[in-house]
């Protein structure tokens, strides 16, 4: 009897500080949110926070591990709010027991399916494409319909195809509003990928091609962006690529002829083959 109403009394101190942190996340104070994280991580130590899926569970036991699934999805889904993408790292990965060991002991989670298409989409915005395959060979074929594993899925199709427009189109086509934060990631890594083709490919680039390939439509951003690459623009309107020219073709001088003649000589071994 001792012992049950100590894990109560637990439960209940567990149950009060869950409610205090989704206070402080409603007044969407950071300091304070850290705060109380830091509180419930020191209590989480003492209650049930992870338990062999096997193993025969009390009331009181399901209920301590529903509060833990619950605070890790509020950790995680603050720390996409703040933009720090290795917290949320962090946070799903203690939340991965709970979904897929204790997915038969606890009701199914509202916010599952949101938090693992935010972390796919973490882990295709910095090129884990391993990691990512991975991943989505632990959702059912059901949870792989949802519009929050679809989204990322799409997107990793998109860059296997260098359709990198349709990544920039989907910012405005998210599940929900917290996915933005990575699909800018996302962008910029598809931007860096953009800019190392061109100079392994080009000498030069007119800046308005530049902007094009890109797709940065500030003329001031172009120029950030282009710093930050070390291309200096020359006084003939085009971007000076950092690396040497080792047999590589300005964009501007690139032959028409040359190119519809490899064409129709395609086309001629086409009919050859058929």
Known sequence: ??????????????????????????????????????????????????????????????????????????????????????????????????YFDYDQLLPVSVYKLQIIGLYLLNLLSQNRLAEFHTELELLSPEQLQSIYIKHPTSLEQFVMEGSYNKIFLSKGNVPAPNYNYFIDILIDTVREEIASCCEKAYHSLPVHEAAKMLMIESSSELHVFANKRGWACNEYGKFVLNTPNDGKQDLHFIGNTKLIRQSLGYVRELERIV
């Open 1 to 98: 009897f001792l012992q049950f109403k100590m894990a109560a009394d637990k439960t209940a101190a567990y149950e009060s500080k869950y409610f205090e942190l989704e206070e402080a996340i409603s007044k969407n104070d950071p300091a304070l949110v850290n705060q109380k994280f830091d509180d419930l991580k020191i209590l989480m130590t003492k209650c049930q926070y992870y338990l062999p899926s096997n193993c025969k569970l009390g009331e009181t036991d399901l209920r301590q591990l529903f509060l833990a699934r619950a605070i890790l999805e509020k950790g995680a889904l603050w720390s996409a709010e703040m933009k720090d993408e290795s917290r949320f790292e962090r946070f799903y990965l203690q939340l991965k027991c709970y």
